[in-house]
Each structure stands twice: as C-alpha cells, then as structure tokens.
C-alpha cells in the first residue's frame, strides 16, 4: 500500500515546487526516478521493493502525470535540486537513489550534489552522457511502435495502441512527452556530465540490458567507467526498462548491492 503526498520544496532559483511522492513500505530507504515512462513505469519495481522491506521513495517529476512544473523548473540539474531538498525535508539517511533512462540522469545529479543524506547511487540503462560514436536514440522522432522495438527485448508485450487511450490519457502522454523534452533538450545528453561523473565518491551500481537500443551497451559501459569504482552488471535478455520487462532479474543485483553497503557503514537506520 503507498500513500500520494504533495510536498512544497524551494531552492535556490526554483520554488516554491510542489512534487507529488508516492511512500511505501519500511526499512532502507530508496530514492526510486523514473524515466520519460513516467511514475507509472516504476511503480511496480516500488512494490517489489518494498516487499523485500524498504522504504520506496517516487516522487512524480513535476510536469509528469498530469502535475504543475513551474516555468523556473526546466532542467535536470533543478530536479536533482529539488530532490535533494526533498530527502531534508523526510530527514533520511543513507538512501539508495536508483534512475532509470532520464531518471538515471537525475540520480547522477543528484549524487553530485554530495548530500549526506545519499548512501549509495543505482544508474538502470542511464541517458545523459555523450559517448562518440554511440548517440541516444533520438526518441522524439520515434513512432510508438519503434519506441517498443529499441527499449524491450520482447516488445510485443509493451506495444501501446494510442487508438485505445481515453482523451485524459492521450493528453497526460502528450504532457509527459513535452515534459520530457524541456527537462532533457533535444539530445537527451549534457556535455559536462561525463567528466562530471569522476567526483562521484558513493558506491555506484550501473546496470545495463543486453538488448537496449536507446542508449546501447558500449554507452552503458562508459557510463561506468566514468565514475570512480563503479560496478557494472548486465542484465541479459531485456533492454532499456528491465524494471518493466524482467523486474525479479533486476531486483537481485540492486537488492544485493543496496545491502552490502548499507550493512557496510555503521549506524545505519
């Protein structure tokens, strides 16, 4: 059982922001972003989480599902921002902060950020990096159904039917679609991020699906190897939203991780 709480953040140049969190379950504490599928994408990863027993954290990027964005919010360093005020104001301790795609990016931030209130950092088929000779899908000029084809192993089963959306869906996916553009510009990418990623002190996990075509397996490795002692594990037989398509396969490594170093440091609560 989650329960939906609006929260009223401010930093510095944004704010006031409201962000809608979805909180569920107890014990270890997991900051949960989603990509540009939306809260809905990871919403059942949070459940099995949660059923392992954590506290799962998934706040709805403003904009996403429906909710307000200020003008002043428009980029993803702002989002990590806010998020970081986010984790003050609940007053948590070593949270895991997993992303997946777009979500990665905001995670990658919001590490950068050095809060102390982050315990260890889980990047799932990550954007945000550029990488020569390996671009990120450009996702905009994609049809659905190419869309389903370069994130899944199996497509087939994620196909989405927009002649079969009500109006309110149709237009909560063409908000998130915009959303998703101002927040990540028309490359998906920042410039400074990858060097940026060599002042990463937490313990990272990066985790990549074999069978991702919107940023494939060569960028996922030096998403990796741009951050100090990273550890890189692939997944094999899923591709860029393994929370959705093999989330019991997902869950062993993220799980596996988020506990060895939250046992691994004293006074963990």
Same mark, same amino acid.
């Given at each position: 059982?989650?329960?939906?709480?609006?929260?009223?953040?401010?930093?510095?140049?944004?704010?006031?922001?409201?962000?809608?969190?979805?909180?569920?379950?107890?014990?270890?504490?997991?900051?949960?972003?989603?990509?540009?599928?939306?809260?809905?994408?990871?919403?059942?990863?949070?459940?099995?989480?949660?059923?392992?027993?954590?506290?799962?954290?998934?706040?709805?990027?403003?904009?996403?599902?429906?909710?307000?964005?200020?003008?002043?919010?428009?980029?993803?360093?702002?989002?990590?921002?806010?998020?970081?005020?986010?984790?003050?104001?609940?007053? $948590?301790?070593? %949270? +895991?902060?997993?992303?997946?795609?777009?979500? !990665?990016?905001?995670?990658?931030? @919001?590490? #950068?950020?050095?809060?102390?209130?982050?315990?260890?950092?889980?990047?799932?088929?990550?954007?945000?990096?550029?990488?020569?000779?390996?671009?990120?899908?450009?996702?905009?000029?994609?049809?659905?159904?190419?869309?389903?084809?370069?994130?899944?192993?199996?497509?087939?089963?994620?196909?989405?039917?927009?002649?079969?959306?009500?109006?309110?869906?149709?237009?909560?996916?063409?908000?998130?679609?915009?959303?998703?553009?101002?927040?990540?510009?028309?490359?998906?990418?920042?410039?400074?991020?990858?060097?940026? $990623?060599?002042? %990463? +002190?937490?313990?990272?996990?990066?985790?990549? !699906?074999?069978?991702?075509?919107? @940023?494939? #397996?060569?960028?996922?490795?030096?998403?990796?190897?741009?951050?100090?002692?990273?550890?890189?594990?692939?997944?094999?037989?899923?591709?860029?939203?393994?929370?959705?398509?093999?989330?019991?396969?997902?869950?062993?490594?993220?799980?596996?991780?988020?506990?060895?170093?939250?046992?691994?440091?004293?006074?963990?609560?």
């Amino acid at each position: 059982m989650s329960t939906d709480t609006k929260y009223s953040l401010t930093t510095d140049g944004v704010g006031p922001v409201e962000v809608t969190v979805s909180d569920r379950g107890a014990g270890h504490a997991f900051l949960l972003l989603h990509g540009g599928g939306g809260p809905q994408s990871v919403a059942g990863f949070a459940d099995l989480l949660a059923s392992r027993g954590a506290r799962v954290i998934v706040p709805t990027h403003p904009g996403f599902g429906a909710t307000p964005r200020p003008d002043t919010l428009d980029s993803i360093a702002d989002l990590a921002r806010v998020y970081a005020a986010l984790l003050d104001q609940l007053e $948590l301790a070593d %949270v +895991t902060v997993i992303g997946n795609s777009i979500g !990665g990016w905001i995670a990658s931030e @919001v590490a #950068l950020l050095g809060s102390p209130r982050i315990g260890s950092l889980v990047l799932v088929d990550a954007a945000g990096i550029e990488v020569s000779g390996h671009p990120i899908v450009d996702f905009f000029a994609l049809t659905l159904d190419q869309v389903a084809e370069f994130s899944y192993h199996n497509p087939d089963g994620f196909r989405i039917d927009p002649t079969a959306m009500s109006d309110a869906q149709r237009a909560v996916f063409a908000g998130n679609r915009s959303t998703l553009a101002v927040y990540g510009g028309e490359t998906m990418g920042d410039p400074s991020l990858r060097v940026r $990623l060599q002042n %990463v +002190t937490i313990p990272t996990l990066v985790v990549w !699906g074999d069978s991702d075509r919107i @940023v494939d #397996l060569d960028y996922g490795r030096a998403y990796a190897a741009a951050i100090p002692g990273a550890a890189f594990v692939l997944l094999t037989d899923t591709g860029h939203m393994p929370q959705l398509e093999t989330p019991e396969h997902l869950l062993t490594p993220i799980w596996d991780f988020a506990t060895a170093h939250a046992q691994a440091r004293p006074n963990n609560g």
